[in-house]
């Protein structure tokens, strides 16, 4: 039987459960995410926006030219050269019937030669298809599902609000309304018994003498005088 160790009055012995310092762990790695600030911010919190501050701009030159630095040529135009027209004398041209190394170029034969993926180029609309005549997704009109002209279904009793009349209303200008007068009284006599009627003649004349009589302006006694004759009165101007 082993001697038993004491440390002081400690004696050391099995532990009774799992102690963390007798594992390997990785040590305070891992964080909790924190809840503040806008890095880092842990997805289980809604985070608040932030924002920052711009840093002042860059001061710009007063002169952003390069000077006077390039030479220009005066006789350079942006048409070409300002100059006349120059000749040269050209020696005779040799034309070889064979081809020389400088005629050939290796390096566009290999998509030719080697096996090569397939390339596609974009080209240019053409001319055909610049009205195109097919029709759009607007061209067409699905039925209704509401209404009372629904198809493939039964429409349910639809009803609407018809607006007020203008005739009786409040607003109603009675000065255009027809009065007693407009209308055209019907004739008694045409349903009921007629009554008798009677009409009254004209004055009728005696017979008599038709001649013409003088009236009393036909007379002028101020032009009749008398005087007392032997033989009575009489006598006329």
């Not at 964080?31 to 608040?48: D, E, M, N, Q, S």
């Not at 974009?122 to 209404?147: C, E, H, N, Q, W």
Request: with cysteine; aromatic share 10%; glycine share 10%.
């Amino acid at each position: 039987m082993a001697e038993e160790v004491w440390v002081g009055s400690w004696r050391p012995h099995r532990p009774r459960g799992p102690i963390m310092a007798l594992y390997s762990s990785p040590g305070p790695k891992y964080l909790i995410p924190p809840t503040t600030g806008f890095v880092k911010h842990t997805p289980t919190k809604p985070r608040a926006p932030a924002y920052s501050f711009r840093g002042a701009p860059m001061l710009l030159a007063e002169s952003c030219s390069p000077g006077p630095r390039y030479s220009v040529n005066p006789k350079i135009l942006r048409t070409g050269k300002d100059l006349g027209p120059a000749y040269s004398i050209l020696g005779p041209t040799t034309f070889s019937p064979h081809p020389i190394p400088g005629d050939y170029f290796p390096e566009k034969s290999t998509k030719h030669v080697f096996d090569s993926a397939p390339s596609h180029s974009i080209s240019a609309r053409t001319k055909t298809f610049r009205v195109d005549s097919t029709p759009g997704p607007a061209a067409y009109m699905l039925p209704m599902v509401m209404g009372p002209h629904t198809v493939g279904k039964v429409s349910q009793p639809s009803f609407s609000i018809k607006g007020r009349s203008k005739l009786g209303s409040f607003s109603d200008d009675l000065h255009k309304t027809p009065g007693p007068a407009a209308y055209h009284q019907t004739d008694v006599q045409v349903t009921k018994f007629k009554a008798p009627q009677y009409t009254m003649a004209a004055r009728v004349e005696p017979p008599g003498d038709k001649t013409l009589k003088p009236g009393p302006g036909a007379h002028s006694p101020e032009k009749v005088w008398q005087e007392h004759g032997p033989d009575g009165w009489g006598g006329s101007r």
